[in-house]
């Protein structure tokens, strides 16, 4: 029998800066909830909207995987190992901040804010040598399947990262069913709702509601309207 964690979207950590209107999956920054600090090796899901002309100023990192999905507008990189790169809708970018980086992130954009989820998930080794890679995702392939966007394994298709997860991003029609099994046994399954509305063994999720899944094989995701959603198999033993 599965094990269940429902996370509504109104439940979220929101922190409004002006420039960052930013939501909180689990703690983060001000907001702290001891039941909401990671899910597994998931240690961060920030729902992020940038403001145009704004941005993160150079900070560091270190022994973290950092994958950032932008969904609306663009984002400057520049980091402490010499990348300088726009990332876009459509695209996604991974940092394993390792040994330690420093890097800055900002809307270039003077008439358009920016939109996206920045991930973090504890890496399976300490003190990797940094590193940096950004693809360009083919968005037809999500249609009615899961997109693999992330995986441990270079050869895979999207990113890869130090760590035993992989990540399938999907865009569903109404009443379109599928289901997914997990790659390694005793990870588990968590399950963001990007927009529209689905269900995931049956539970319900609305615009940004998110379920975690583990002790189970599979899931079945069905889209009651058309949809988008982020599905991400994740390590428990954290």
């Given amino acids: 029998m599965a094990t269940t964690v429902l996370h509504k979207a109104d439940t979220r950590g929101h922190a409004n800066h002006g420039w960052l209107n930013a ?15 990671h899910f597994g090796a998931l240690r961060v899901l920030n729902d992020d909207t940038i403001a145009a002309g704004m941005g993160f100023g150079t900070h560091p990192h270190d022994n973290m995987e950092i994958i950032t999905i932008p969904f609306e507008g663009d984002l ?65 392939l999500e249609k009615n399947d ?38 390694k046994a005793d990870n588990g399954f968590y399950i963001i709702n990007i927009e529209g509305k689905i269900e995931v063994n049956g539970e319900k999720l609305e615009k940004r509601d998110a379920i975690g899944l583990w002790k189970t094989p599979e899931i079945e995701i069905k889209a009651t309207t058309a949809a988008k959603f982020l599905v991400m198999e994740i390590p428990m033993n954290y």
């Fill in 146 to 183: 899961f997109a693999q966007i992330l995986s441990p394994n270079p050869e895979d298709a999207g990113v890869w990262i130090h760590q035993d997860a992989w990540f399938y991003l999907s865009d569903f029609d109404k009443d379109f069913s599928k289901k997914l099994s997990l790659q």
């Fill in 76 to 140: 400057a990189h520049k980091d402490s190992m010499g990348n300088a790169a726009t990332i876009k809708s459509g695209d996604v970018q991974v940092m394993s901040a390792g040994t330690g980086i420093q890097h800055s992130e900002f809307n270039p954009n003077h008439d358009q804010q920016t939109k996206l989820f920045q991930i973090w998930l504890f890496p399976k080794m300490r003190n990797v040598t940094p590193r940096y890679q950004q693809i360009t995702l083919d968005k037809s």
């Fill in 23 to 37: 939501y909180h999956s689990f703690s983060f920054g001000s907001w702290y909830n001891p039941d909401r600090v």
